[in-house]
Structures are given as C-alpha cells and as structure tokens.
C-alpha cells in the first residue's frame, strides 16, 4: 500500500446500479469511498450520471418492486443510500488514469487529480449510431433523431406524427412501445426478418396495433434539412430502395463501454472495448483495479446484474486493501 495519506482507499468511477452499490458496500465497510459521478451530455448521445436507468421508464424485473419503479427514482434511492454511509460524491468525469505506480492517479474533467489506493470502474455503456451524416447532424441539432426515445419521445414535436425505431432488441422493443403512446404510428426498422428481442418484449410490439414491422430493412439516408422529413430505406435482400416518411428517428442499435478514459492505462479490454475482469471476480488485470456492471458485460447488462456486480468490485477492494495493508 502507498501509505499517502493524501489518498482515497477507494474511487468508484461511474453512478450506475454498479458503481452506486459499490459505493454503498464500500462505505458501510469504513472505506469511506468517492464516487465520480460523471457530467451530464446529450451529444451524441444521452449521458447522464445515473446511466442508462436514467432513460428507462419503469423498471418492472428488480427484484423488491412489485409494482415496478421508474429508474431515475431508482438511480435517486441508489444514491441516497450511498450517501447515507458516507459515500463522497463529484460531478466530474474521468478523462485519464495512471494506475502505473500506486497511489493510483485519475485526472478529472476539472483539470485536478485524484489519487487512489484501489479504483473501481462502473462507468457503463453508452448508445451506438447507424454512422449516417444526417443522422448525427439531426441529432445534434434537435433535429427529430434521437437514441433515447425515453428521454426525447414525448416532446410536442412528435405528438401525433409517424416515428421509427431502428433495431431489433429489447431496447428497440422498448422504444417503440413507448413512443406508440404519443405518435400516430410508429415503424420498427430491422435489417432482419427475426428479432433478437426476448419473447415477452416482441410481444408487446407485435400485438399493439400502432406499431408497424418493416423486415429486412436498413437506413441508408435520413432526409430532412432542419428536421426529419423521411428515411430511405434499403431491402438487406432484394437491395431495393424506398422512402419512408417519418418526423421522428429513433436509434436503439445496442451500445458501447465507456472506457476511453482508459486508453493507454494498460487496463486490459476485449475487442468490444469491454473491461476484462478475472473468471467471476471484479479482478481486471491490474492489481488494486476492479470493473463491475455493463462496462465489464457484454451479455447480461441488466440493472441487478450490475449491482451485483458492484457489490462484489466493494468486497474485491475491501479485501485487496486489507491483504495490502500497510
Ligand atoms: P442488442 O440486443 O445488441 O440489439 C441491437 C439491435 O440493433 C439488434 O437487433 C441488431 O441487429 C441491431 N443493429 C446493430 N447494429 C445495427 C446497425 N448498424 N444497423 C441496423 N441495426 C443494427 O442491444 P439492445 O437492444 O440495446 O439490448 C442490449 C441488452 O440490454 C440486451 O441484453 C437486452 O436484453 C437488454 N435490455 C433489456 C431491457 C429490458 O429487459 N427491459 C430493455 C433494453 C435492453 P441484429 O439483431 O441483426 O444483430
């Protein structure tokens, strides 16, 4: 152990199901964590401290909540608990890591460092984008394309109008179920004739009358100048193409683990940009270093996997600090 004093036992990076059960196990064991919650953006896509429960309606699968809870009112009692123990909280992002000697060294968005004897990584994962330049550009600009239908859905501008929905998993089943309350139809776009969503989130969609399947179908353009007047769209089979007009555009094409701030840390990552962590354990690679939630999980990527998650990265560090004592 570094034996500084001038630094924190343990950081947890990230305000997740992850990283705020982390910290709640990490305070009640006296470490009396920090937590580096992150700064809100919206470009490209939605960012909130809080993660992607932030833009989820209800939350009906956490075990405890019979009659469900919205995630934001999740995510709130998430952190009072945590803070309820003693966690430290800062509105900052990670934006480097040194974990080459320990003390570890995180540099923030603030510009000042933050030195650590254990670190916790929670940060989550984050929305992808087809790539189109109309694509990004309105959704930059307000322009009625959006990857959080959660977040952006119901504003006036979508009221009653023909929206879309790109994807074919729970996220776009979701989306399209949400956004069927307020447009005046709503397609699901899917560059298969299968969906990968599970059976009970198909169902809700293929059995609501105001949600329209279109198969084998990509977006190859997005047509607008301001505001979203239509797709194109391109058959994956026959490669024909048509015009499909929408006001509003709905990306939910899976996402992507926000480790960047971790690029030459020597933390060890998959080819998906994933944290690796060791067998069932929080261990990554580096010694002191844990990873929990969806930024270490590519398969489950659910709020109580995450927490678990984050329970055993507090345990993990708990112990290695003891073993490391000085
Ligand atoms: P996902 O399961 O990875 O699905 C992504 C979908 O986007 C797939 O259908 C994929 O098509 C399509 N896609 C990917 N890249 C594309 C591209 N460039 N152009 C067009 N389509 C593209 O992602 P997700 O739906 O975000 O779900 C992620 C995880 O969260 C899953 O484990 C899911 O079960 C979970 N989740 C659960 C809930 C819930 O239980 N309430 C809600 C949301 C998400 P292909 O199928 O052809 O690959």
Redo the contacts with the bound molecule.
Sequence with gaps: MSGDSSSERVVIIGSGPAGWTAAIYAARADLEPVCLIGVPRSNPAPVLPGGQLML?TE???YPGFPEGISGPDMMQGFQQQAERFGTRVRGVDVTACDFSSRPFTLTTSEGDTVKADSVIIATGAT??W??LDNELRLATSGGGVSACAVCDGALPVFRDQPLAV?????????EASYLAKFGSKVYV????DT????KA?QERVLSNDAIEMVWDS??VDVIGETVIEAVELENTKTGQRSRLDVRGLFV????TPATSFLEGSGVLLDDAGYVVVDGGSSRTNIDGVFAAGDVADS????AITAAGMGCKAALDAERWLSEHAD
């Excluded at 939910?252 to 996402?255: N, P, T």
Aim: hydrophobic share 40%; net charge positive; proline share 0%.
């Design positions: 989820t939350v009906e699968n929305a992808n087809i790539g790109v994807g074919g998993g729970d996220s776009a089943m979701e776009i899917h560059r298969r969906l990968r969503a599970s989130m990509q977006v939910a094409i899976g996402h398969i489950y990527r659910q």
